[in-house]
Every structure is written in C-alpha cells, then in structure tokens.
C-alpha cells in the first residue's frame, strides 16, 4: 500500500465524519496567502484559519514568481481578495542552493536547462522585501496597496512582520 493510498483511506474516514456541505469559493476573508510549501508550515493552524477563509498559494521559498501573479490576479479579479499575506520561513532550503547550481544539476541530469527560474535566496527577509515590492508593482493586479510580508519561525511557530 503506498502513501497515497493511506491518504485516500483518510479521507474517506474524514468525509464520512463531516456534514456534507457548501463552501463558498470566494475567500470569506478576502485574503491571499503566498508562502512556502515546506511541510513544517501548516498555514491554515498558525493564522487560526479554516476551510473557506482565505487562497493559499505555496511553491518553493514563497516566491512571488509570474505563476503566482498570474494566480493572485485571478483571486482578486474573479474572486475578490483584496489582501496579501506573504509567509516566509526560518530554516528554507531555499537559502542552501544556488541558482547556476542547481540549474546545472538538473541540466546535467536530463540534458536540458530548465525554463523555470530557480528563485533561490540567501536571506528570508530580504526575499520578503523582494516579494513585496513585486506584488506592488504588478500592472496585473488591482489590489497592491495591502500586502504584508512575514517570517515564520519553524522553532518557535511565531510571525515576525518584516518591513
């Protein structure tokens, strides 16, 4: 039995304890949270959130890549989010490789150059200043005034707002 298959096992214990009901996909927060997919970071039990609340975009390191443009203007202009949350983190494996690096590996590998940035960085808070700055300065999206950065400490589970 493979890991997907514990994991469809629980869901259906999941779904068979709830009440089935209708969760509306518009955020009830009007909120879009961008941060890292690392699976120390359980968004949705350190902001108090629940089902419905808000989007939650995670990639490698939070960056605000075109990707996540692309999805952030689709939250406000379809779905009316109006906020943005950035949520970096302590310890990101992000900050322990290179772009050349890493690009060379995979190209070494299967003979091709990636045609993704590797967005890797050196320090959380400026990645979050960085992130920022893009989401303020995209033509694309209608809401840039209210984005807020964080660093979430992996120890300590606390948000330190970065300015």
């Known amino acids: 039995m493979s890991v997907i298959d514990d994991l469809l096992a629980n869901n259906r214990?999941?779904?068979?304890?709830?009440?089935?009901?209708?969760v509306r996909a518009r955020p009830a927060r009007a909120l879009a949270i961008v941060a890292c997919m690392d699976a120390r970071l359980d968004v949705f039990a350190a902001l108090g959130l629940r089902a419905g609340d808000a989007h939650v975009l995670r990639?490698?390191?939070g960056v605000v890549s075109d990707d996540v443009i692309r999805s952030l203007a689709i939250s406000q202009r379809l779905l009316g989010t109006r906020e943005v949350m950035l949520l970096h983190h302590t310890d990101c494996g992000m900050e322990k490789l290179s772009d050349d690096g890493f690009r060379a590996e995979l190209q070494a590998e299967t003979g091709l150059a990636p045609p993704f940035a590797i967005e890797s960085f050196r320090d959380a808070d400026d990645n979050v200043r960085q992130s920022i700055l893009r989401v303020q300065r995209s033509p694309f999206l209608l809401?840039?005034?209210?984005?807020?950065g964080f660093v979430y400490d992996v120890d300590t589970h606390r948000l330190r707002e970065i300015v």
């Open 13 to 22: 214990a999941y779904a068979y304890a709830l009440e089935e009901r209708h």
């Open 143 to 148: 809401h840039r005034d209210s984005v807020r």
């Open 59 to 61: 990639n490698a390191g």
